[in-house]
C-alpha cells in the first residue's frame, strides 16, 4: 500500500504550501518535484543545491522536516 504524505505548511510563515511537477516535456522524460510556499516564496532545495528532486516523498519528507 503506498502511504500519501501531507505537506506541511510553511515553517517560515505558516502558509500553504504547493508542490509542483516538471519535466522536459519529451515523451518519457523524467519527472522533478519542488515545493514552495504560497505566501513568502520559501522553496525546497535538494542537498544539491539548486537541483530539484526526482523523488516525490523524498521532497515532501524534506519539506516537513525543515524548521
Keep these: 500500500m503506498k ?8 515553517p517560515f510563515c505558516g502558509s500553504k504550501a504547493n508542490l509542483f511537477v516538471m519535466d522536459s516535456g519529451k515523451k518519457d522524460s523524467k519527472k522533478y518535484y519542488d515545493i514552495e510556499c504560497t505566501n513568502c516564496g520559501a522553496i525546497m532545495l535538494t542537498p544539491k543545491q539548486h537541483m ?6 523524498e521532497i515532501i519528507e524534506m ?4 524548521v
Design 52 to 57: 530539484l528532486s526526482d523523488n516525490k516523498l
Design 63 to 66: 519539506w516537513n522536516k525543515r
Design 3 to 10: 502511504r500519501k504524505k501531507n505537506i506541511l505548511p510553511c
